[in-house]
């Protein structure tokens, strides 16, 4: 290939990777990008990250900074070293900036200096770099062959795992069975249980049929389980009457040992059903107030059957709702009225609950997956942010792949669909609600990559006219 056609594919080279490389520090300087501090909470840890600069990573903080320099020299040649360090540095401190105002995220001074020290190093080391490691622009089509296969193989793990994330997982077998409050208290609820049980596995009816595993109450008779599991409640400044559990304020009923045999079948059954007869005294109990749960504390949790207003909720743990049920929770509101018996059946398989009150059938919930929760993006917009992080980088790379641009979407089209076919065929595998805007959104990003791989294409100088693909031939 002529010298010249040799250089404006190598800057086109360049500049896509920069791109790659400044989505990748965005993203994991940002992640989980949960944008909710206040002007106070922002002036606070922007004093704080001068308070305590460093940590333990500091080194690597250098690392982006030398790539970026090298990968803008050479997508920029014409240009001065020290103006382009100067605008590398003025983007990495408005991202640093940025990671003040997220959530679980904290920056520091110390990043910025370790990040500016990278800089003047690639600028000083550039030219060696680029005499010893210029078979790196020769091997660029093998390099990004792989980097696409790398990148389609990374979105496919994380669509199948983010479908499989609603899913009953990750239970501690440690936790005690309580009804009428939470453990430690907290979250009473006032009324009496007349029958409560809980089963492993999933029913199609409130006409409830033989399960494997079960403890089942009839609280007028006592605080036996009749079912499978012979699991003893004790209880706290309480009696049992004649209707049932009568639940004051405060008081509630805890097993005499964690519920590790029930918690540990519904886990490997992946389904549980909760049957519940009460009276409530009140209708405004909030919390919300615990009938049924199987927790330990406020904040952890393997699944709640609880009262709040007039409503049922449930919060199962799985990998997408968090240990403690609540990012996705089934909420169903006038189930509730005081002094007024209800008979509640409820089933679950973590992603998806059906329930019935009073034989009625009220409906199913269901957690239909996003595009960010795939990546426990906690921001806005969260499904957009998940599809530049991990489609725009397919598009964007196919397209350099051909020096033909329609070759190039093709390529980007067929990769893009790999993941996404991936993410509907396990939500049909798995009976769940096809992702039908995670995958619109996939597609939109793979489109935009692809669009911005073209500019990149075109203003790098990379031409496909008769005249270089015929220089090329000749060379």
């Known amino acids: 290939m002529p010298d010249g056609a040799q250089t404006t594919r190598s800057r086109g080279d360049a500049c896509t990777a920069l791109v790659l490389l400044a989505v990748g520090v965005v993203f994991i300087t940002l992640y989980p990008f949960g944008f909710v501090r206040t002007t106070d909470v922002f002036l606070q840890q922007l004093r704080q990250s001068t308070a305590d600069p460093f940590d333990l990573f500091l080194p690597l903080h250098a690392i982006p900074a030398v ?44 990043d910025v200096l370790v990040q500016w020290a990278g800089l003047g190093a690639g600028v000083w080391v550039y030219p060696l770099i680029a005499r010893r490691f210029g078979w790196l622009s ?13 990148i389609t193989a990374l979105a496919s793990i994380v669509v199948v795992r983010g479908q499989q994330g609603h899913n009953i997982a990750d239970w501690d077998e440690s936790f005690p069975f309580m009804l009428g409050d939470e453990y430690k208290g907290g979250r009473p609820w006032s009324g009496t249980i007349h029958r409560a049980a809980i089963y492993t596995g999933k029913t199609d009816s409130p006409e409830l049929g033989e399960f494997e595993h079960s403890m089942i109450y009839d609280l007028a008779q006592g605080p036996e389980s009749v079912g499978t599991i012979d699991f003893t409640l004790r209880t706290k400044n309480i009696v049992y009457g004649e209707n049932g559990l009568d639940l004051d304020r405060g008081t509630y009923a805890q097993g005499t040992r964690p519920a590790s045999e029930m918690s540990s079948a519904i886990e490997n059954t992946g389904a549980a059903t909760i049957a519940i007869e009460c009276t409530p005294t009140l209708t405004e109990q909030t919390g919300p107030a615990r009938i049924l749960t199987i927790s330990k504390g406020l904040e952890v949790r393997n699944i709640t059957a609880a009262q709040e207003g007039d409503a049922f909720v449930l919060r199962v743990r799985t990998p997408r709702s968090g240990a403690n049920g609540a990012d996705f929770q089934a909420v169903w509101p006038g189930v509730f009225e005081a002094d007024r018996l209800v008979r509640i059946v409820a089933t679950t398989t973590g992603g998806r609950t059906r329930l019935w009150v009073d034989g009625n059938d009220l409906g199913e919930r269901e957690h239909v997956s996003q595009l960010g929760d795939w990546l426990k993006i906690r921001s806005g917009g969260k499904s957009w942010i998940a599809g530049v992080a991990l489609f725009v980088p397919i598009g964007l790379v196919a397209m350099r792949l051909s020096r033909k641009a329609l070759f190039g979407i093709v390529i980007g089209i067929v990769a893009g669909a790999i993941p996404i076919g991936l993410a ?16 619109v959104i996939g597609l939109v990003c793979v489109a935009a990559g692809l669009l911005l791989g073209l500019v990149i294409k075109v203003c790098s100088g990379v031409s496909d006219s008769p005249k270089v693909m015929e220089e090329e031939r000749i060379e």
Request: proline share 5%.
């Open 424 to 439: 509907l065929w396990t939500a049909l595998s798995m009976t769940l609600t096809l992702p039908i805007p995670a995958a």
């Open 138 to 150: 020769r091997a660029a089509l093998p390099i990004f062959a792989l980097a696409l296969l790398a």
């Open 67 to 110: 790539l970026a320099v090298w990968l803008t020299r050479a997508s920029f040649p014409g240009r001065r070293a020290i103006v382009l360090a100067v605008w590398i540095a003025l983007f990495l401190l408005a991202v640093e900036l940025v990671q003040v105002a997220v959530r679980y995220r904290h920056a520091r001074l110390g």
